[in-house]
């Protein structure tokens, strides 16, 4: 059975950070690009950063740039979002994805992605 498990919401001041990990379970880790995305309440559901199977390509939405990192474990089959510079419009439910990719092209379409965590809430204060 897979499972994608996020963790790391929670409530951040304008500004601030916080760190989202999630835990893979029941998938060859190291055979699935790894994306993250997130929705905010009547939006529809968004891209906001993957990474290929190895860590070495990467992609980030625009407004992202230069304030969230993504990167992962396979060892601990374990892939993370590092988001600082925090602002109120990112504040949503974030969530993991997984897509079976040996490539170093990322995938930014959700429909394209295997599997899906449950996700966890970010909220931003300003």
């Known amino acids: 059975q897979v499972q994608l498990v996020e963790s790391g919401g929670g409530l951040a001041q304008s500004g601030g950070s916080l760190r989202l990990s999630c835990a893979a379970s029941g998938i060859t880790f190291n055979r699935y690009t790894m994306g993250w995305f997130r929705q905010a309440p009547g939006k529809e559901r968004e891209f906001v950063a993957a990474?290929?199977?190895?860590?070495?390509?990467?992609l980030y939405f625009d407004s992202v740039t230069g304030r969230f990192t993504i990167s992962r474990d396979n060892a601990k089959k374990t892939v993370y979002l590092q988001m600082n510079s925090l602002k109120p419009e990112d504040t949503a439910d974030y969530y993991c994805a997984a897509e079976m990719s040996s490539g170093l092209i990322v995938e930014t379409r959700p429909r394209e992605y295997d599997f899906w965590g449950q996700g966890t809430q970010v909220t931003v204060s300003s």
């Open positions: 990474i290929n199977w190895s860590g070495v390509s990467t």
